[in-house]
């Protein structure tokens, strides 16, 4: 697959964002290197990308929208090939990886239900195919339902199980399988594991459980050259966090934290990239909390 390609594949998360109040810049399009590979301005000011002999693969779960779709592009711009991943949004997720292929970015989108082990196993089949293997999995895939614990019924806490937990277990069991030597995990987990907030209870408990698989894997990978680390966001202004939410709801939240406003999926893309990154090398079995302050 050339460089500037996109591909489609058929086999089984994300989340869109909406502007409501004006607290942050949106996220900035994807911008090519200059001449020479010069990222030294403009509004993606990165390292030079790399090679076509060292350019890493990224796969980065649930990525068709929101956080994950802003991962995806941050990824891009620092010279990553990335795969695209959804469950049910092919639209949103052809259309992210045209717009970065049309940049000049490689990129492939990839339907995976995360829940589902054998499409696991599938996508990674496929993104192996297409690239020759796979260097960094971004676990963004997610899904919060919220009730007290005595109104939680049995399909809330079987989904949030299915999707936040066990998918993340399916998709760390085949990097740990197929990283190649200097890879690099990063699992999104949430802020809510600290703040207990009442009818958080099931969805704090699924992240809880990545925040510990993050660590074990980070020693079970021992001399394998491959860190995994954990990202836990704050409130940032996503459908997974605003649907349903009455507007006065939302301005709280976006006041909990000392820099008074919600994340937004930049924030979180910058993060997952540093790690991601050169820069995070000596980073490894760690939790980054970028919440604005909130814990």
Not at 92 to 105: K, S, V, W
Request: charged residues 20%.
């Amino acid at each position: 697959m050339c460089a500037a390609s996109v591909g489609h594949e058929l086999l089984g998360g994300g989340s869109r964002t909406r502007p409501f109040l004006p607290i942050a810049p949106q996220l900035p399009p994807f911008t090519p290197a200059g001449p020479g590979g010069d990222y030294s301005s403009g509004p993606h000011r990165r390292r030079k990308p790399l090679s076509k002999q060292d350019r890493k693969v990224a796969l980065v779960t649930g990525s068709s929208r929101g956080i994950g779709a802003a991962i995806v592009t941050r990824l891009a711009s620092d010279g990553f090939t990335v795969v695209v991943n959804y469950a049910g949004r092919a639209a949103d997720a052809e259309a992210l990886a045209a717009r970065l292929a049309q940049a000049g970015a490689s990129t492939l989108a990839l339907q995976a239900d995360v829940s589902d082990p054998r499409a696991v196993t599938a996508m990674f089949d496929r993104a192996e195919a297409a690239f020759g293997g796979v260097d960094v999995l971004v676990n963004n895939a997610g899904i919060m339902r919220l009730a007290t614990m005595a109104a939680s019924d049995d399909t809330l806490i079987e989904r949030q199980l299915a999707v936040n937990l066990k998918g993340s277990i399916h998709t760390m069991r085949e990097a740990a399988r197929r990283l190649r030597s200097g890879g690099r995990i990063v699992n999104l987990s949430s802020s809510v594991v600290g703040l207990y907030q009442p009818t958080y209870g099931v969805y704090a408990a699924t992240k809880a459980g990545v925040e510990a698989m993050t660590r074990v894997l980070a020693k079970e990978l021992r001399g394998r050259n491959i860190t995994v680390n954990a990202v836990a966001p704050g409130p940032t202004a996503t459908e997974l966090l605003l649907d349903g939410k009455p507007e006065a709801v939302v301005q709280q939240l976006a006041m909990l934290a000392p820099l008074e406003r919600l994340g937004q999926p930049q924030d979180i893309a910058n993060v997952v990239a540093f790690l991601a990154g050169p820069d995070g090398a000596w980073i490894n079995g760690q939790v980054l909390r970028a919440n604005g302050g909130i814990v």
